[in-house]
């Protein structure tokens, strides 16, 4: 009996446990459980050690075209030849692909394979972070994507005037984030003994230990706010970056009241546990980890990167926002946060704009 189902291939390139892979697995189970019928493939560049393989929905089935690379724009070419034969051989109705890495060979291989398939391109990130090389690929390949899909209004707006577009057509989709399962994980018993209600308020931050994060301002604004009063600050996250906030922290004098435990994959019950979270990157896209914050009722700091911040907290409404990379109005927000907070229920309800919910009707009206 012939399978009439039609089929989505979702191009991603997750590479751990945070926000990225996270959306990406609330989006695969919104699809799973929607009503619409197709079959759903996972397509990865390189699927060895991927633990967070073992949480996608069952019926979601990985393609794993073989090539290990380290996400950098030219070694994604090497994608190319593998990602066309799989179109050839599987012929999807729709190819949806997430992060720059993997959007900007996306275009291509559709057009090599010789497939009359819907290609949508999902941006994350904002263009500032890209290379020239990207930047010159995108401009010839991009317009050739049926949908170009940004994660906030600031990144659509960005996209419109880099190719001409006009208002509207580069669609909005906030990232999936809130789901049912938050009050669950927000309930589970105390991760560290500093969030415990006995202790002194935390500052808490997530994310990887990289320059694009700048946790080296939110060290110098939390050793500001430490020296008006008894505070701790979590970091959670690894990266490259480590070794330098370390010696900061112990430059600063802060080092006793500072920890940074490495990547956590539930970050949830520290959020819920905290009294600030901050966010002191220097551009994002659409931070996921702010709108958890505000799901978990948390109090937010943030800088008014491109893009997303602002969005989110509604110009300052559900949170304060400074500008990027200056400690001293960082500190003032902190200690400003902590004095006067901002009703748990306007942060909660703002967090329900970002529904799993939302964000899958939102694709599914596209791909019909």
Same mark, same amino acid.
């Given at each position: 009996?012939?399978?009439?189902?039609? &089929?989505?291939?979702?191009?991603?390139?997750?590479?751990?446990?945070?926000?990225?892979?996270?959306?990406?697995?609330?989006?695969?189970?919104?699809?799973?459980?929607?009503?619409?019928?197709?079959?759903?493939?996972?397509?990865?560049?390189?699927?060895?050690?991927?633990?967070?393989?073992?949480?996608?929905?069952?019926?979601?089935?990985?393609?794993?075209?073989?090539?290990?690379? /380290?996400?950098?724009?030219?070694?994604?070419?090497?994608?190319? !030849?593998?990602?066309?034969?799989?179109? +050839?051989?599987?012929?999807?109705?729709?190819?949806?692909?997430? *992060?720059?890495?993997?959007?900007?060979?996306?275009? *291509?291989?559709?057009?090599?394979? %010789?497939?009359?398939?819907?290609?949508? =391109?999902?941006?994350?990130?904002?263009?500032?972070?890209?290379?020239?090389?990207?930047?010159?690929?995108?401009?010839?390949?991009?317009?050739?994507?049926?949908?170009?899909?940004?994660?906030? +209004?600031?990144?659509?707006?960005?996209?419109? #005037? @880099?190719?001409?577009?006009?208002? %509207?057509?580069?669609?909005?989709?906030?990232? !999936?984030?809130? @789901?049912? @399962?938050?009050?669950? /994980?927000?309930?589970? &018993?105390?991760?560290?003994?500093?969030?415990?209600?006995?202790?002194?308020?935390?500052?808490?931050?997530?994310?990887?230990?990289?320059?694009?994060?700048?946790?080296?301002?939110?060290?110098?604004?939390? #050793?500001?706010? +430490?020296?008006?009063?008894?505070?701790?600050? *979590?970091? =959670?996250?690894?990266?490259?970056?480590?070794?330098?906030?370390?010696?900061?922290?112990?430059?600063?004098?802060?080092?006793?009241?500072?920890?940074?435990?490495?990547?956590?994959?539930?970050?949830?019950?520290?959020?819920?546990?905290?009294?600030?979270?901050?966010?002191?990157?220097?551009? @994002?896209?659409?931070?996921?980890?702010?709108?958890?914050?505000?799901?978990?009722?948390?109090?937010?700091?943030?800088?008014?990167? !491109? $893009?997303?911040?602002?969005?989110?907290?509604?110009? %300052?409404?559900?949170?304060?926002?400074?500008?990027?990379?200056?400690? %001293?109005?960082? #500190?003032?927000?902190?200690?400003?946060?902590?004095?006067? !907070?901002?009703?748990?229920?306007?942060? /909660?309800?703002?967090? +329900?704009? $970002?529904?799993?919910?939302?964000?899958?009707?939102?694709?599914?009206?596209?791909?019909?």
């Amino acid at each position: 009996m012939a399978n009439n189902r039609r &089929k989505l291939a979702i191009l991603a390139d997750p590479t751990g446990g945070g926000g990225i892979t996270r959306m990406l697995l609330r989006l695969l189970w919104g699809l799973t459980e929607s009503s619409v019928g197709f079959d759903i493939d996972l397509v990865l560049g390189y699927a060895v050690d991927r633990p967070f393989l073992s949480q996608l929905p069952p019926t979601v089935r990985v393609v794993d075209l073989g090539v290990k690379t /380290q996400r950098r724009t030219r070694e994604a070419l090497r994608l190319i !030849p593998p990602l066309v034969r799989y179109l +050839r051989r599987e012929q999807p109705d729709v190819l949806m692909a997430h *992060l720059a890495y993997v959007n900007f060979i996306a275009p *291509l291989a559709a057009w090599l394979a %010789g497939n009359r398939l819907r290609t949508m =391109l999902v941006e994350h990130n904002p263009v500032m972070a890209r290379s020239r090389f990207l930047q010159f690929w995108r401009r010839w390949w991009f317009p050739q994507a049926e949908a170009i899909v940004a994660v906030s +209004r600031g990144m659509a707006q960005q996209l419109e #005037a @880099e190719f001409g577009f006009s208002p %509207g057509q580069v669609r909005v989709i906030y990232n !999936p984030v809130v @789901e049912d @399962e938050f009050c669950e /994980q927000m309930c589970t &018993k105390s991760p560290h003994s500093w969030l415990d209600d006995r202790q002194p308020p935390v500052i808490l931050a997530v994310g990887r230990l990289t320059p694009q994060k700048d946790f080296t301002t939110l060290l110098r604004a939390f #050793a500001t706010v +430490r020296s008006r009063c008894w505070v701790r600050l *979590l970091i =959670l996250g690894e990266g490259e970056c480590r070794g330098e906030l370390e010696r900061l922290a112990i430059d600063l004098g802060i080092d006793s009241d500072v920890a940074l435990p490495g990547f956590v994959s539930d970050p949830f019950p520290y959020m819920a546990r905290s009294s600030v979270f901050v966010l002191s990157s220097r551009w @994002e896209g659409l931070p996921t980890v702010l709108i958890e914050a505000l799901a978990c009722g948390t109090q937010v700091v943030a800088t008014d990167c !491109p $893009f997303g911040s602002a969005e989110i907290l509604e110009g %300052g409404r559900c949170g304060r926002l400074v500008p990027v990379g200056e400690a %001293g109005a960082m #500190a003032e927000a902190i200690a400003a946060t902590l004095a006067d !907070p901002i009703p748990k229920a306007v942060l /909660q309800a703002r967090s +329900r704009d $970002f529904t799993r919910h939302r964000a899958v009707a939102a694709y599914l009206e596209w791909i019909g």
